[in-house]
C-alpha cells in the first residue's frame, strides 16, 4: 500500500503494536525494548532535573503535546507527490520525503552514509549496503544485533550486541564484496591481558574481566578522525579508547553508574558520554607517551530519565542530548563555560540526533523527526518542520551534504543554501530518505507568510521564532 507521505510500504492494518502502552520499568536501557518486543512507551512525565551549566538557567517553549510542531508541522498535513529516486537529473527539489527502503528482515538499529552508499545496520545478522535507493551489496555477521556503523576511509567498523567491534573492508578482486578483516579487541591482546591480572576490572555479578573487553551490547561507536581513535561506549558503563592504526585498546574507563547509550568525540579534546543513569558527562583528554588519560571534567546534567542520544555540532561547540522524557537539552560552550536549553517538540523519547549544518535532527518513538534549526547570530532554535511516515519508533539517523551524493559536482554552495539527504532508519523495518534544507520554511512562514514577514521586521531576533523555539541563556 501507499503511505502518507508517498513511500511505499507492507503494513498490517489490523495491529499497530507501537501504540500500546507499558509501564517505565519494562523499558530497556536505550529507551526503547529488547529487539524481540519493539514497542515504546509514550513517556509525557517530566521529572526534576539538574543540569550543571555555568551561570544558566534552562528555558523552553511550551510542553509536548497539542501545541507541540508534531501537530503544526506542514508535513503533517501535507504529502508530497513524488517518491522519485534522489540521484535521478530531474528530481525534485523541494524538501520532504524523496524516496523510501523496505526490506522487511529486521529493525533497523544503526545507519551510515559515506558519498552516494548507504550501510544500514538491523537485528537479523546483515549489513545491508544501498546506492540510489537499490540494494548494492551486503554481508552477514554472526552476532545478530548491529547496534553501531562508522565508517573510516576504507574500514567499516560495527558495534554488535556481543560486546564485539568488527572490522570490514571491501574486497579489492570483487568490488561490492566485503570481508571481515579483524575484531576488536583482537584475539592477540584478549590472550596477553589475560595472564595479567593489571588488564582486568570488575564488572557486574562480582565477576572480573578484561579491560580490554566490552561485557555487553556496544551501543555506539564515535571516530577521532584527526588522530584515528575510535571510541566506543557499552551498557557495561563503560567506554573505550581504541587506536584504529594497530587496533589496540589504549584505556577502558569506567564512566557511568549504569548502560551508556551513547559516545561522542566533540571539540577541545572533550569527550561525552550519555547514560541510563540520566547523566551527560563531559571528559578531557590527555595524550601521554602513546596511550590517552581521559578525566572527569564535568557533569553537564543530572536527571530521572535516561539519556538517550548525543550529538556534536564542533563547529559552533554544541552539545545536544535526548533523553527519554522526549526532551533535547543543549549546551553552547564559549570561555570555558556551558550554557543552554531544551527543546519540546517530541511526545515520547528521543532515540536519536543527527548535525547538518545548522540544523539538527531528533527521531522519536512518537515516529517523527523534529528538524530544528539554529540561528548563529542570537543563538535561538526552532523548529522547522516534522518529517512524518513511519509506521514505528525512528531508531536511527545519518546525514550526507546533497552534492556529495553527486559525483563529479564541484560548485560551492553558500553556508544557507545547503542542502542535505537525511536517512532516517525504524524499528518498522524501512529505512526513509528525505532532503532537508537551512532556507526551509517554518509553519507559520508556509501559512501566514506576510504576517510572518511583518512579525520579523517589527521583532526582536527572539520574537516570533516560532512556537517551540528555544533561546540560549547567556550569563
Same mark, same amino acid.
Given at each position: 500500500? +501507499?503511505?502518507?507521505?508517498? *513511500?511505499?510500504?507492507?503494513?498490517?492494518?489490523?495491529?499497530?503494536?507501537?501504540?500500546?502502552?507499558?509501564?517505565?520499568?519494562?523499558?530497556?536501557?536505550?529507551?526503547?525494548?529488547?529487539?524481540?518486543?519493539?514497542?515504546? $512507551?509514550?513517556?509525557?512525565?517530566?521529572?526534576?532535573?539538574?543540569?550543571?551549566?555555568?551561570?544558566?538557567?534552562?528555558?523552553?517553549?511550551?510542553?509536548?503535546?497539542?501545541?507541540?510542531?508534531?501537530?503544526?508541522?506542514?508535513?503533517?498535513?501535507?504529502?508530497?507527490?513524488? *517518491?522519485?529516486?534522489?540521484?535521478?537529473?530531474?528530481?525534485?527539489?523541494?524538501?520532504?520525503?524523496?524516496?523510501?527502503?523496505?526490506?522487511?528482515?529486521?529493525?533497523?538499529?544503526?545507519?551510515?552514509?559515506?558519498?552516494?552508499?548507504?550501510?544500514?545496520?538491523?537485528?537479523?545478522?546483515?549489513?545491508?549496503?544501498?546506492?540510489?535507493?537499490?540494494?548494492?551489496?551486503?554481508?552477514? /555477521?554472526?552476532?545478530?544485533?548491529?547496534?553501531?556503523?562508522?565508517?573510516?576511509?576504507?574500514?567499516?567498523?560495527?558495534?554488535?550486541?556481543?560486546?564485539?567491534? +568488527?572490522?570490514?573492508? $571491501?574486497?579489492?578482486?570483487?568490488?561490492?564484496?566485503?570481508?571481515? $578483516?579483524?575484531?576488536?579487541?583482537?584475539?592477540?591482546?584478549?590472550?596477553?591481558?589475560? @595472564?595479567?591480572?593489571?588488564?582486568?576490572?570488575?564488572?557486574?555479578?562480582?565477576?572480573?574481566?578484561?579491560?580490554?573487553?566490552?561485557?555487553?551490547?556496544?551501543?555506539?561507536?564515535?571516530?577521532?578522525?584527526?588522530? *584515528?581513535?575510535?571510541?566506543?561506549?557499552?551498557?557495561?558503563?563503560?567506554?573505550?579508547?581504541?587506536?584504529?592504526?594497530?587496533?589496540?585498546?589504549?584505556?577502558?574507563?569506567?564512566?557511568?553508574?549504569?548502560?551508556?547509550? /551513547?559516545?561522542?568525540?566533540?571539540?577541545?579534546?572533550?569527550?561525552?558520554?550519555?547514560?541510563?543513569?540520566?547523566?551527560?558527562?563531559?571528559?578531557?583528554?590527555?595524550?601521554?607517551?602513546?596511550?590517552?588519560?581521559?578525566?572527569?571534567?564535568? $557533569?553537564?546534567?543530572?536527571?530521572?530519565?535516561? @539519556?538517550?542520544?548525543?550529538?556534536?555540532?564542533?563547529?559552533?561547540?554544541?552539545?545536544?542530548?535526548?533523553?527519554?522524557?522526549?526532551?533535547?537539552?543543549?549546551?553552547?560552550?564559549?570561555?570555558?563555560?556551558?550554557?543552554?536549553?531544551?527543546?519540546?517538540?517530541?511526545?515520547?523519547?528521543?532515540?536519536?540526533?543527527?548535525?547538518?549544518?545548522?540544523?539538527?535532527? /531528533?527521531? /522519536?518513538?512518537?515516529?517523527?523527526?523534529?528538524?530544528?534549526?539554529?540561528?548563529?547570530?542570537?543563538?535561538?532554535?526552532?523548529?522547522?518542520?516534522?518529517?512524518?511516515?513511519?509506521?514505528?519508533?525512528?531508531?536511527?539517523?545519518?546525514?550526507?551534504?546533497?552534492?556529495?551524493?553527486?559525483?563529479?559536482?564541484?560548485?560551492?554552495?553558500?553556508?544557507?543554501?545547503?542542502?542535505?539527504?537525511?536517512?532516517? *532508519?525504524?524499528?518498522?523495518?524501512? @529505512?526513509?530518505?528525505?532532503?532537508?534544507?537551512?532556507?526551509?520554511?517554518?509553519?507559520?512562514?508556509?501559512?501566514?507568510?506576510?504576517?510572518?514577514?511583518?512579525?520579523?521586521?517589527?521583532?526582536?531576533?527572539?520574537?516570533?521564532?516560532?512556537?517551540?523555539?528555544?533561546?540560549?541563556?547567556?550569563?
Amino acid at each position: 500500500m +501507499r503511505n502518507e507521505t508517498g *513511500g511505499t510500504m507492507v503494513v498490517d492494518l489490523q495491529t499497530d503494536p507501537y501504540n500500546n502502552n507499558h509501564s517505565r520499568h519494562n523499558l530497556s536501557r536505550d529507551g526503547i525494548f529488547p529487539p524481540d518486543d519493539p514497542i515504546i $512507551v509514550n513517556s509525557n512525565v517530566t521529572h526534576q532535573r539538574f543540569s550543571s551549566v555555568s551561570a544558566s538557567t534552562m528555558s523552553s517553549g511550551p510542553a509536548s503535546g497539542e501545541g507541540s510542531p508534531c501537530v503544526m508541522s506542514p508535513w503533517a498535513r501535507v504529502s508530497p507527490p513524488w *517518491g522519485a529516486d534522489f540521484n535521478e537529473d530531474n528530481v525534485l527539489e523541494t524538501n520532504g520525503l524523496i524516496g523510501s527502503i523496505v526490506r522487511k528482515e529486521g529493525h533497523i538499529y544503526s545507519l551510515a552514509a559515506s558519498g552516494d552508499l548507504l550501510y544500514t545496520g538491523s537485528d537479523s545478522k546483515n549489513i545491508r549496503v544501498w546506492k540510489n535507493l537499490k540494494e548494492h551489496a551486503g554481508f552477514k /555477521s554472526s552476532s545478530g544485533l548491529i547496534k553501531a556503523i562508522v565508517i573510516f576511509g576504507d574500514r567499516i567498523f560495527t558495534g554488535h550486541q556481543d560486546g564485539k567491534i +568488527r572490522i570490514w573492508k $571491501v574486497s579489492k578482486r570483487k568490488p561490492g564484496k566485503h570481508k571481515r $578483516v579483524g575484531t576488536l579487541p583482537t584475539f592477540k591482546s584478549m590472550v596477553k591481558s589475560s @595472564v595479567n591480572p593489571k588488564h582486568f576490572m570488575e564488572v557486574r555479578r562480582n565477576r572480573n574481566s578484561v579491560k580490554t573487553k566490552h561485557n555487553d551490547a556496544v551501543s555506539s561507536l564515535s571516530l577521532d578522525v584527526e588522530l *584515528g581513535f575510535l571510541y566506543s561506549s557499552s551498557w557495561d558503563t563503560t567506554i573505550k579508547v581504541w587506536r584504529i592504526s594497530d587496533s589496540k585498546c589504549l584505556e577502558s574507563i569506567h564512566a557511568h553508574d549504569d548502560a551508556i547509550n /551513547s559516545v561522542m568525540f566533540g571539540f577541545d579534546d572533550l569527550v561525552f558520554t550519555g547514560s541510563a543513569d540520566g547523566t551527560v558527562k563531559v571528559w578531557k583528554r590527555e595524550l601521554q607517551g602513546k596511550g590517552t588519560k581521559h578525566t572527569l571534567a564535568q $557533569v553537564l546534567l543530572k536527571q530521572e530519565n535516561a @539519556v538517550t542520544a548525543l550529538a556534536v555540532q564542533s563547529k559552533s561547540s554544541i552539545v545536544y542530548c535526548g533523553s527519554s522524557d522526549g526532551l533535547v537539552n543543549y549546551w553552547e560552550r564559549s570561555k570555558r563555560s556551558f550554557t543552554g536549553g531544551i527543546l519540546k517538540g517530541h511526545k515520547s523519547a528521543v532515540l536519536c540526533l543527527a548535525i547538518a549544518g545548522n540544523l539538527l535532527l /531528533s527521531g /522519536s518513538a512518537d515516529k517523527n523527526i523534529c528538524v530544528w534549526r539554529r540561528d548563529p547570530s542570537d543563538k535561538s532554535h526552532q523548529c522547522l518542520s516534522v518529517l512524518t511516515g513511519h509506521m514505528g519508533p525512528v531508531k536511527c539517523l545519518a546525514v550526507e551534504e546533497e552534492r556529495a551524493c553527486h559525483k563529479g559536482t564541484k560548485a560551492s554552495v553558500a553556508e544557507g543554501d545547503r542542502k542535505w539527504i537525511v536517512y532516517s *532508519g525504524s524499528l518498522d523495518k524501512s @529505512v526513509k530518505v528525505w532532503r532537508v534544507s537551512e532556507r526551509m520554511a517554518t509553519w507559520r512562514e508556509m501559512d501566514e507568510p506576510a504576517a510572518s514577514s511583518e512579525r520579523k521586521s517589527s521583532s526582536s531576533p527572539h520574537e516570533g521564532s516560532g512556537a517551540w523555539s528555544s533561546r540560549n541563556v547567556e550569563k
